[in-house]
């Protein structure tokens, strides 16, 4: 059933009639600006590894470069309990930040992650995003 | 005791408006060859601006003052045929009209051309007689009502090719397409490049955009008002075609001369039949194709009674050895046309229309599944028209429509393991009684005026579900089978006045209000065919719509040429639309996608129509905005609707060179559609994904596009009846690639880069078709 989804043959055989009949081509659009975003990957998992959180920013659509890295950011993962996780910015690899020591997370914990000294639209100004928690479910992801 | 009771109604009213004393002349007007009824025949006594319309029927009426009188039959492309007449008693008259290239010499052609347009009540409603859409380049040579319908004022394109049309900024949905006032829930084709109008079996179209009768409703935008031939009561008849695409065949006749006649219709394309040609197994292997039959019996039991029985079935087959998809469209109309009085036609109806798709494996395949979904309605309709005077015209009735929709059964095997599922079903209930009139106040002056009330009931067996406001489910209320457990009512007020400067200048005004309980979930302009329409209920309240519209009509060159202006004010409240990314397929809790708000449509329609012996063109444009304001789409701020092309044009010229030769062409060119595109990008574990800030926040390029057409017809000789003509058409001449879709690609070289990449369907499609009758 999940390999035949109904919807997804249904798609199948309306793309497979339009192919015959459609084209494509490459064009030229022109598209919006819109203002940077803080851009926050990471993950929580129950395994036990550093953990990483990689900040970048929103670029223009068809900037067509690699995503803008958010350098020199304070960031701390901390959960309930006693320990917090300040984490660490990689020297090689700027915007990715480590936590210090290999931890595991564990399901039904909550996580906050707090990330402040962070100047995003470029104003000269650091600001700091509150943490938002995240509760780990089964599957581990935060 | 019905007929005793309306009698004595007629009578009382009859008294009121002083029309005692005064003769009906009645009767039917037919085409001389075929015996078809003309609808909207212009019936009038000379030398005055007394007259009247043939009804959908083809009957008319008028009540005159004793006395002698000139009456003159006209009807399009029709030579007009004036009577003599004493009326000193209640006059039977049937007459019939002769198509002007068979001109009898007894027929006087009027040098009068008709005025309807200037004189009518109607604003924003277009007649199209098929053989008009005939004349018009069809795509793959396949003349189509619906693409005729798209080139007219206020007629929006929802997609390239597509059989969909938003009237005045109002969605696919929201157009009530009739086929012998038969409901028609899908009236696409594969994927919508052909409606399901076999134009051999359609006698005559007619599109309402604003000023919708009060007999019709249960949608916002308009009402697309489809009636099928009755069939040749003089002679047997054949007709047909032979395409690139699809061959038809019509047969039609009398059974019994003049009384009963009959017509059956069918068409099939033969696309798979290309695809055989294919090395590749993937492709030579499907079955592609579908398939319209049309059949209508017509009894004239005397000069009171009629009876007609008219059905279309029609099916999509999409097929090969590992899965395949079907659907299509089943109607049936009865209807008994009775005259209570020369004065009082009524008209009653049951009908029954049918829609389904299945998608799914073989059965007994190994991972076999079945996912069905089907929607009926049955309806009953009493419609009677009252003729008491000239001057004045009442319309009035009542209907009773039972909705069962089945959004979705699937059944999935797996091994030994069967699965089931099946999604709340719905029932409804609409009902309500109209009443309308038309009155002329002297000269000038004439006024309609109508007002429907229509009820809504949901009818269990259902379940409801209870959201917050987060849209999450948070209770549920089971209904039993049968149950009324939901109702909703109103009244829908429509009026029109026409004040006429002359004969060929006047002005129009119109209100109408809308009502619309049944809708289609449906988020993609183009539409497939797995659509699913849900009703009104508890958490769904019925669509407003209330619309204002003003024109001025004037007729140039001794009426050759009808030129008009109107523009409209809509309203449209409790409005629907479907939050970011909405699972509308196969969700039981589809009510919970949806969010409701406002939107205004708002343009000027200018038309300007010339039309001689050999020449018919006309251009059509229209200058509107549609806008959507819901408080939980788009962060609150107002957006186009998904149709809302500000400028769109079309242009259409057919000329007949010669008795053999004939040309057409047409152009259109509309604002590209509003389309949601990112405004930035972000990346996450190295996919490129995009930022959105708004709905419909851009706009594609826009669309143009040429076609054109030549016709041969064969030399015709004296006794042959074999007619043929040869026609060649080009679709998009000028191989204009107009934007279908708009992807977004990451370079698979560079994975930092991303291009947008446009799907256009079609370059130049000729066709060649070959059409005959006999």
Known sequence: MSRLHPYRIAALFLLAWLLMVSCTERIDIELDSTYRRLVVQGAVTSDSVRHRVFLSTTSDYFSNMASPRVSGAQVELSFEGPEDHPCRENPLFPGLYETPVAFRGEVGTTYVLDISQVDVDEDGQKRGIPGRKHHAGRGGAG | MLRSCLMLLALCVSTLLGAQGNFTLSGYVRDAATGEELIGAAVSILNTSTGTIANEYGYYALSL?????????????????????????????????????????????????????????????????????????????????????????????????SSGFSVRGGGRDQNLILLDEATVYNASHLIGFFSIFNNDAIKDVKLYKGDIPASAGGRLASLLDVRMKEGNRKQFAASGGIGTIASRLTLEGPIVSDKVSFLVAARRTYADLFLKLSRDENINQNRLYFIDLNGKINYIVNDRNRVYFSSYYGRDVFANDFAGLYFGNRTFTLRWNHLFSQKLFSNFTLVNSHYFYDLGTPEGSSQYFNWMSMLDDYGAKGDFTWYPSPEHTFRFGAWATYHAIKPGEIEAEQGDITMTSVLPVNYSLDNGVYFSGESVLGEKFSLRYGLRYSMFHNVGESTVYEYNEDYQVTDSIQYGSGEFFNFYHGLE???????????????????????????????????????????????VKPQLSDQVSLGYFQNFLDHALEASVEVYYKKMSNSIDFRDHAQLLLNPRLEGEIRVGEATSYGAELYVKYEQEDFTGWISYTLSRTIRDFPEINEGNPYPAPYDK?????????????????????????????????????????????????????????????????????????????????????????????????????????????????????????????????
């Open chain 2, 493 to 539: 007020p429509r009026f029109a006045a026409n004040y006429s400067f002359s004969d060929k200048q006047s002005i129009k005004a119109s209100y109408a209000r809308t009502r619309q309980y049944i809708q289609l979930a449906s988020n993609s302009s183009a539409g497939t065919p797995l659509e699913i329409w849900f009703p009104s209920s508890p958490n």
């Open chain 2, 646 to 774: 500000p400028h769109d044009l079309a242009l259409v010229l057919t000329y007949d060179i010669s008795p053999r030769w004939s040309v057409a062409a047409n152009w259109i060119y509309s604002s590209g559609i509003p389309y949601t595109l990112p405004s930035g990008r972000y990346v996450v574990a190295g996919n490129i994904l995009p930022l959105y800030t708004g709905r419909n926040e851009y706009r594609l390029p826009a669309y143009h596009r040429l076609d054109l057409s030549v016709t041969l017809r064969g030399k015709q000789k004296p006794g042959r009846r074999w007619r043929g003509e040869w026609n060649l058409s080009a679709y998009n001449a000028y191989a204009r690639k107009n934007i279908w879709t708009l992807n977004f690609v990451q370079d698979a070289a560079n994975p930092e880069e991303t291009y947008a990449e446009m799907t256009y369907l079609f370059s130049i499609v000729p066709a060649i078709t070959y059409n005959f009758k006999f």
């Open chain 2, 65 to 161: 003052e004793p006395g002698f009188y000139t009456v003159v039959y006209s009807y399009l492309g029709h030579g007009s045929v004036s009577e003599a007449i004493r009326l000193d008693k209640d006059i039977t008259l049937n007459v019939e009209l002769s198509e002007q290239s068979l001109e009898l010499e007894e027929v006087t052609i009027s040098a009068e051309r008709p005025n309807a347009n200037v004189s009518n009540l109607e604003t924003g409603s277009t007649r199209l007689p098929i053989q008009t859409i005939r004349k018009i380049p069809a795509f793959l040579g396949e003349v189509d009502v619906i693409k005729a319908i798209q080139l007219l004022p206020g007629v929006q394109v929802t997609s390239e090719g």
